[in-house]
């Protein structure tokens, strides 16, 4: 096969922050130190990834990692992305800033949810495993691992959270036309699912629930496997691509970032625009600012608190120390569908614990506004959650003093909002409503999760 050619700006290497700070691997605690643990069925899902996979979220040895060759051609369909200085915008904010963006939304399944489903199917199909299964929140990482499923000849099977799969069911034909089987979560195939439908016959879906559900049919046979769509350190990996693309296509503008800004789900795409900073401002000397914004509907780094707790509601995750809400707590059912999961994940989650990220939480209303406004000016129509990113933008741009000199601010468009015109339709139509975080859900769900750390202690050391 004659593969695409390969842009010379297209990185050859991941960047890995664990060279850099290695503090940043951080251990799960065992099961058994946790009150009432199970050994849950699907377990093993989760833990039997292709050792080259796992090992990439705990290599501190190599500051660069190798893309493996049929990855790169992949990559090279679509990348590097665009990355663009927001004139209009800047003229229309009066802002005193040079404002650029990277644009992730331009492939076919239309977000950086891609750089890590191909990466991990090429490991998986190399590694023998037959068929993927997985949970999706916004649908983008549904779409994506599909995509990537059928690239490397894989069966696929998502779990989609009910309130999203609602809100553009369009997604979900293009997740089928990919080859995958897609199921609302919750569903009555797992035990997960049934439990959920049975406290609460409406209940509209979590991530949590999503993940489990997925792991629960994962654990049924030996030729599926999980795969996981944010969080995991390999997935922050195979997400720098971004952010090493725009060192290099800022250079060429000759420029470098004062803040860097991106939404936050569980951490990947904040984590693939921004690690790669981090790396060239240890190497240059020069500090770079960086900002996660994640959804006021569900606020695990603002409101959040930093313990041990699981990704899913099986309960058969890693118990990791990670900023939370508790895996019980049911976001409303804001359009911005990626950013409702309950935790960040563990790297991310240090980061914010050392002070190397500020965050701050912004309401849907703001974010279709500043959504609305990259559209009319930029000719990008963003996804619900990269608005939130524009938004926080603005926030930062705007509190910039006059009298110093332009902030340089850079932000991640991590996907389109072509799948979403329901929801700016309904903006439009001023049916959208500044939702902030269910607070009985949330009071129910931090005290259950500090129920769930007692007795837990601080594991001696790292690994
Ligand atoms: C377009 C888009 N941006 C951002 C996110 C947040 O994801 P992450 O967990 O990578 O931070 C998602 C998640 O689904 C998404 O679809």
């Avoid at 990996?237 to 725009?246: S, V, Y």
């Avoid at 569908?337 to 309401?363: K, N, T």
Wanted: charged share 20%; aromatic share 6%.
């Amino acid at each position: 096969m004659v593969a695409t050619a390969r842009d010379p700006q297209l990185p050859t290497h991941w960047f890995n922050i664990l060279h850099d700070r290695p503090q940043y691997v951080t251990s799960a605690v065992s099961r058994s130190r946790v009150a009432g643990a199970v050994k849950a069925a699907g377990q093993g899902a989760l833990l039997q990834q292709p050792l080259s996979l796992a090992r990439q979220s705990i290599n501190t040895a190599d500051r660069l990692i190798p893309i493996p060759g049929e990855v790169l051609d992949l990559y090279a369909q679509y990348r590097p992305t665009p990355l663009r200085r927001a004139v209009r915008l800047e003229e229309r904010l009066g802002a005193n800033a040079r404002i650029y963006y990277k644009y992730e939304g331009a492939n076919l399944t239309g977000s950086h949810k891609l750089n890590t489903a191909l990466a991990q199917a090429h490991y998986y199909a190399r590694a023998g495993v037959r068929h993927l299964v997985t949970g999706t929140g916004a649908g983008q990482w549904g779409t994506a691992l599909a995509y990537a499923c059928q690239v490397m000849g894989l069966r696929c099977t998502i779990f989609w959270v009910r309130s999203t799969l609602r809100q553009k069911p369009i997604r979900g034909d293009m997740m089928r036309l990919l080859g995958a089987v897609v199921h609302e979560s919750p569903s009555n195939l797992t035990e997960v699912g049934r439990r959920a439908l049975k406290e609460d016959p409406e209940e509209i879906g979590t991530m949590a629930q999503a993940t489990g559900e997925a792991l629960a049919l994962a654990g049924e046979d030996s030729e599926s496997r999980f795969a996981v769509g944010s969080g995991e350190n390999s997935v922050l990996l195979h997400q720098t691509i971004i952010g090493q693309e725009a060192i290099s296509q800022m250079a060429s503008l000759d420029d470098f970032p004062d803040c860097v800004i991106a939404c936050m789900g569980a951490g990947s795409n904040f984590g693939g625009i921004t690690l790669p900073f981090l790396g060239a401002a240890k190497d240059s000397g020069r500090p770079v600012r960086l900002v996660a914004v994640e959804s006021a509907a569900c606020p695990k780094l603002t409101r959040g608190r930093y313990r041990y707790d699981l990704s899913d509601a099986l309960g058969t995750t890693p118990v990791t120390k990670i900023y939370s809400l508790g895996s019980s707590y049911v976001p409303p059912p804001v359009y911005a569908g990626g950013l409702r999961h309950h935790s960040a994940g563990p790297l991310a989650s240090a980061m914010y614990a050392d002070g190397s990220l500020e965050a701050m939480a912004i309401d849907q209303l703001t974010s279709f506004r500043a959504g609305m406004l990259f559209c009319e000016t930029e000719g990008i129509l963003p996804a619900p959650e990269a608005a939130h990113a524009i938004a926080g933008m603005m926030d930062v741009v705007s509190r910039h003093p006059r009298q110093e000199p332009p902030l340089v601010a850079l932000v991640n468009i991590s996907g389109h909002g072509l799948l979403d015109l329901g929801a700016y339709s309904a903006f439009a139509a001023g049916q959208i409503e500044p939702v902030t975080a269910d607070e009985a859900s949330l009071a129910q769900s931090l005290s259950a999760l500090e129920e769930f750390n007692q007795g837990i202690a601080e594991p001696a050391e790292a690994p």
